[in-house]
């Protein structure tokens, strides 16, 4: 067996192994290997220079009785056994190494040693413990002194034998000095990671002494086993971490042959500061250590009783992911002084990942606890100081912040929302902040004096466009060049907090980024901060910061966002007023008040206009038809008809025929919105006279025959008088009806939080919780987003996409972009095609809206499904008692669903197909009748259940198989 082979570790099993001790023996009590979680226990190292052969049989470490993970017991006890002398390795040392992985993410424990006898002259002891101040994942504690210059070649493989048995789960970059080798040695070991995908992750220790010697030196590995242990890591460990260290040797710092997987150096504290920056590099996160259970049960049992499901509503401790059930949570928790945490994690900082559920109480707390209780545990799982985020997790231009530094962020005027553990950076000049690697996502307090200095690839820009030293993003680009801030020729700009610019070397201003009204606007739809009043208002700082009691983190709010689309007409508008008429107190500002009224005064013009127009044909057919009759009969019997006269029940009189033929005019050449508000003042007269005339009503009652007149019509036709005034003012129902008040460029949004108003809600804590929540509306019209709907990617950031189709297009007909008329309904299923398979909403929620249930429902029983050949297999069965007229369906004395729901549900399982097609995911479906307020209420708040669950779901542990179904959603009502 040649001493210098690189193992084979690839037989997929997982388990762990102990090289047997074969010296003399010992007197002392041995600890024991303890493995936490049975479920994944990885391989041992072997990376050792001898494969693992038949000869050589290994023990596995079995699963014993589980222990605190964080007891530094072990490592005592171990270094009783290894008193710091110059001893010798014993060639074989046996060192056993487990894992536990409970959430397959990145939760690891390791304990040491084996059951077997270890020599006490060598003891290696790793053992995890919660993230310390340094944000460090675990330390390795090492135990061993190696004699110098006992590396003969008989040893040297007795000691490949052993290391090629330490089986290391994690890496730890903080390596206390009195364990490397006691304080006077100078030796190094190094642990180099070893992966293979099937098995756990690895390492080897390699040990080398005062620089001399090395075990596993460069020249003697077998590159080519080494290049093929490819990284698990990005299976159980964070691989961004793993990814991000270089392989260091240790004598002199150069770098190790590329092919060689990364090898982590355990070193001495005083040299480690290098190897800490290495460390976090790249990180687009940091995650600190989690904690884990002391006990699990079954998959998906209560972690006290094991018993139950996973269906079994449980309460989740927020260090340790275990879960209990309504039985055991409060012995498991006891009092909750630091919110949930089974008793046992009191003291622990929390599991980062759960941070956004600080302070949301459970309805199963709230059924075994009254309000005040309630209200104090979640205050106390927010406010209390071991719940705090530790400021070492948070990294500002590659600088870990110090608590004083993250009291500044967090207490300035201005602070960004939500600080997680990360890397983020922030521009200083302009209060820009963002996570590294990404666009900015906020404009927080300039100048505030925390972390490193910015650096040009901090947002990973690429568009050689700089502001303040930072190369921007795309997406930053665009919205300057929308603001109009010349770009050309790769400037550097630099903004200060007041958006003020001026290229880099020039003193003059070139103008404001923030200056353009439109550029917030923008800036909102393109997921860009923009400039708070706080953040202007220097003078207000000060003493918002000394009134300043309340930390941020108790404010967190999340903003979830919505993007609402669906084809021309189909009433996506419609639906986003009514969220603003539902939703906000103040549902349309004065300013947007002004222009709707001239919008739907404008409308209005228009719809008479059509009416014109359509009294011109009536008039000339009913002329054409008079003359024909005249000629037909000579003599007229009833002598009622005067062709000569050239009158019809449709014919004006010159002064409307005057107004008439200037109003028709104006239209056609365009200029009819030119002429507001002037025409409301002088036509107001002319225009209720038009109304009333009986040529006009005879038209309007021939509505149906008039294809350009929308339906909405009849109603501001109705009210045209009232409309037209100087003094009017458009109500909510106007506003609501209205065509196009919505925006001009297609692009729209609204925030709110549903229980603002809603006052049907019975508003429990539940719901108080989600006041907290916000939501934003964007309505994106589709005709605004590009070709390929390529504007779509703007939206990355949305929680959900709301399409929206009106059912009443089966039987309608438009010229679709090749100019080819097609059924609207078929045009709307592409536009729905082309948005689901945008790489920007890869697993994202899409809820449907079937919007337009009311005309539908009317017309389904005149018109058929087939007209759209999509539908074409749409075959009913109708219950026989059904009631025939659609408007009693609601009375329906068997209940049996009218042909309209039927169809409903029928076009509903059409679309879900598609998308699972597409997608191989749930769409989930809303029943909807946009002009109905209730009825827009019941299909927003689905939305917010969804993404509810979506947020619960991810609470869930991730191996704990979802309670949502992956059926068919239900429809809403
Ligand atoms: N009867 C009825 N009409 C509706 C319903 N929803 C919307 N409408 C009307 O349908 C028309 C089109 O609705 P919009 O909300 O403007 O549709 P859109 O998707 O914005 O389409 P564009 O106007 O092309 O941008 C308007 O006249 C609405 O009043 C509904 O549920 N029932
Ligand atoms: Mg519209």
């Known amino acids: ?58 023990p596995v470490v079995q699963p014993l009785l589980a222990l605190d993970p964080r007891s530094k017991k072990f490592s005592k006890e171990l270094k009783t056994l290894c008193p710091e002398s110059n001893t010798t390795v014993s060639p074989t040392s046996v060192i056993a190494f487990e894992r536990s992985n409970d959430s397959g993410r990145d939760c690891k424990e390791v304990e040491l040693v084996s059951e077997a006898t270890v020599s006490p002259t060598s003891v290696i002891a790793f053992e995890e413990r919660e993230a310390g101040n340094h944000g460090c ?39 206390s000095q009195e364990l490397l080798g006691g304080g006077g040695s100078s030796s190094t070991i190094e642990f180099s990671d070893s992966f293979d995908k099937s098995l756990g992750s690895s390492m080897a220790l390699r040990v080398s002494n005062g620089g001399k010697e090395s075990l596993d030196s460069n020249n003697d590995l077998n590159q080519a086993d080494w290049a093929s242990n490819e990284s698990v890591l990005s299976v159980d460990y964070p691989s ?33 500061g290098a190897f800490d920056e290495e460390y976090t590099q790249d990180e687009p996160e940091i995650m600190p250590e989690k904690r884990v259970p002391l006990t699990k049960g079954k998959k998906g049992s209560c972690y006290r009783c094991f018993k139950g499901n996973r269906f079994t509503e449980k309460e989740v401790c927020v260090v340790c992911d275990a879960k209990y059930c309504g039985n055991c949570v409060l012995r498991a928790m006891g009092s909750m002084p630091e919110g949930r945490k089974c008793v046992t994690c009191i003291g622990f900082p929390i599991d980062e990942s759960k941070r956004g559920n600080l302070g949301k109480c459970s309805r199963m707390l709230k059924r075994l606890l009254n309000d005040l209780e309630v209200q104090q545990i979640m205050r106390a799982e927010k406010l209390c100081e071991v719940n705090q985020l530790p400021p070492e997790y948070v990294c500002v231009n590659g600088k870990p912040l110090s608590h004083e530094e993250l009291v500044i962020l967090q207490a300035c005027p201005n602070p960004p929302k939500k600080v997680k553990p990360g890397n983020y950076w922030y521009d200083k000049v302009s209060g820009l902040w963002g996570k590294e690697g990404q666009k900015p996502s906020k404009i927080i307090s300039p100048h505030l004096n925390v972390g490193g200095p910015i650096k040009p690839d901090a947002s990973n820009g690429n568009t050689q466009v700089f502001i303040n030293g930072r190369e921007i993003t795309k997406v930053e680009l665009r919205m300057l060049q929308l603001a109009g801030v010349q770009c050309a020729g790769n400037p ?20 404001y980024v923030w200056g353009k009204a439109g550029t917030k606007l923008v800036c ?37 966002k919505l993007l609402l689309v669906g084809y021309n007409g189909s009433g996506a508008s419609t639906i986003f007023k009514q969220a603003k008429i539902l939703y906000k107190d103040i549902p349309f500002s004065e300013e947007e008040q002004d222009n709707i009224k001239l919008k739907i005064q404008s409308n209005v013009y228009g719809y008479l206009g059509i009416l014109l127009e359509g009294r011109e044909h009536f008039e000339e057919d009913s002329l054409d038809e008079l003359k024909k009759n005249h000629s037909s009969s000579i003599i007229d019997p009833s002598g009622n ?52 005339d009986s040529a006009i009503r005879a038209t309007y009652n021939r509505r149906n025959e008039l294809e350009m007149l929308p339906t909405v019509a009849s109603y501001f036709l109705e009210r045209a008088i009232n409309i037209l005034r100087t003094d009017y003012e458009p109500s909510n129902l106007d506003i609501l009806y209205a065509e196009g008040v919505t925006s001009s460029n297609g692009l729209a949004s609204v925030d709110f939080s549903f229980s603002q108003s809603a006052p049907d809600d019975d508003i429990d804590a539940a719901d108080q919780q989600d006041s907290l929540l916000r939501y934003q509306l964007i309505r994106v019209h589709s005709r605004g987003l590009g070709e390929n709907c390529k504007w779509l990617e703007m939206f990355e950031d949305v929680g959900m996409v709301i ?64 007209q759209c050949d999509w539908f074409d297999d749409f075959h009913p069965v109708i219950s026989r008692h059904r009631s025939n007229s659609s408007s009693s369906n609601s009375n329906n004395i068997n209940n049996s669903p009218s042909l309209g729901q039927l169809a409903f549900h029928y076009i509903g399982v059409k679309f879900k197909r598609l998308y699972y097609s597409l997608t191989g995911q749930k769409l989930y479906v809303s029943l909807v009748k946009g002009l109905e307020p209730d009825s827009v209420d019941t299909s927003l708040k689905y939305a917010r259940e969804i993404l509810k669950w979506d947020d619960e779901r991810a609470n869930f542990s991730l191996s704990e198989y979802s309670i949502y179904s992956n059926e068919a959603s239900s429809f809403s009502h």
Not at 40 to 54: C, E, F, K, N, T
Request: hydrophobic share 35%; glycine share 6%.
């Open 1 to 58: 067996m040649s001493p210098l082979q690189t193992p084979e570790a690839d037989d997929g099993a997982d388990y762990s192994f102990a090289v047997e001790y074969s010296g003399p023996p010992v007197g002392y009590d041995l600890p024991r290997a303890v493995p936490i979680n049975v479920e994944r226990i990885p391989v041992a190292a072997v990376v050792g220079q001898v494969s693992l052969s038949d000869k050589l049989s290994l």
């Open 137 to 175: 994942l675990m330390s390795g504690e090492l135990s061993s002194s190696f004699s110098n210059g006992h590396y003969g070649s008989g040893e040297l493989s007795d000691v490949a034998n052993s290391s090629r048995a330490l089986g290391l789960s994690s890496i730890s970059h903080e390596c």
């Open 240 to 272: 961004s971490r793993v990814s991000s260290i270089k392989a260091v040797d240790c004598n002199n710092g150069s770098t190790y042959d590329v092919r060689r997987p990364p090898v982590v150096t355990f070193r001495d504290v005083e040299s480690d």
């Open 492 to 511: 550097h700009f630099w903004v200060n907090d007041d958006g003020s610019y001026q290229e880099e070397g020039q003193k003059n201003t070139r103008g």
């Open 524 to 560: 909102a739809l393109l997921s860009l901060p923009v400039p708070s009043k706080v953040s202007n208002s220097c003078g207000e700082q000060v003493s918002n910061l000394v009134n300043r009691t309340v930390p941020d983190y108790l404010e967190q709010r999340t903003l979830q």
């Open 641 to 692: 008809t005067d062709i000569n006269d050239g009158k019809t029940i449709y014919s004006f009189g010159p002064r409307l025929k005057a107004f008439s033929d200037w109003l028709l005019k104006t239209m056609v050449s365009g200029n009819l919105e030119a002429i507001f508000p002037a025409a409301t003042r002088e036509y107001a007269p002319l225009v209720e006279e038009l109304w009333n």
């Open 803 to 866: 399409f929206c189709v009106s059912l009443s297009d089966y039987d309608q007909f438009s010229v679709d972009e090749n100019g080819y008329i097609t059924n609207k309904m078929m045009q709307s299923r592409k536009l729905f095609e082309n948005i689901v398979n945008h790489p920007t909403f890869d697993q994202m929620d899409f809820l449907l809206i079937l919007n337009k249930f009311d005309l539908f429902e009317e017309k389904i029983e005149r018109v058929p499904l087939s």
